[in-house]
Nanobody, 120 residues
Framework: QVQLVESGGDLVQAGGSLRLSCAASGRIFGENTMGWYRQAPGNQREMVAS???????SYADSVKGRFTISRDNAKNTVTLQMNSLKPEDTSVYYC??????????????WGQGIQVTVSS
């Protein structure tokens, strides 16, 4: 079983920066993707950024050029550096891990979520 714990959420002014971190307890092995999702009240959860175990990244169009995702495989951590924050980035951010087993079964794990608030 994998547990994901997020940290770094805060209240920040528009134009500011925040760094979210996610630490995974339990071994994340083999083919896997870690990422960040967010969900604002009344909205569906959306993918913000993801990174594969091989280092391939993907970003939502709304955050390209402002957010950077990185990971440390040895420490089982994933980080989201958020710059030039906008009020519309306000949301609960969730860490996600998706592990593909050798039989192609996919296991998905979620963190509890952490609040990011950007004031105008």
């Amino acid at each position: 079983q994998v547990q994901l714990v997020e940290s770094g959420g805060d209240l920040v002014q528009a134009g500011g920066s925040l760094r979210l971190s996610c630490a995974a307890s339990g071994r994340i092995f083999g083919e896997n993707t870690m990422g960040w999702y967010r969900q604002a009240p009344g909205n569906q959860r959306e993918m913000v950024a993801s990174i594969t175990s091989g280092g391939t990244t993907s970003y939502a169009d709304s955050v390209k050029g402002r957010f950077t995702i990185s990971r440390d495989n040895a420490k089982n951590t994933v980080t989201l550096q958020m710059n030039s924050l906008k009020p519309e980035d306000t949301s609960v951010y969730y860490c996600n891990a998706r592990v593909t087993l050798s039989d192609r079964t996919i296991l998905t794990f979620w963190g509890q979520g952490i609040q990011v608030t950007v004031s105008s």
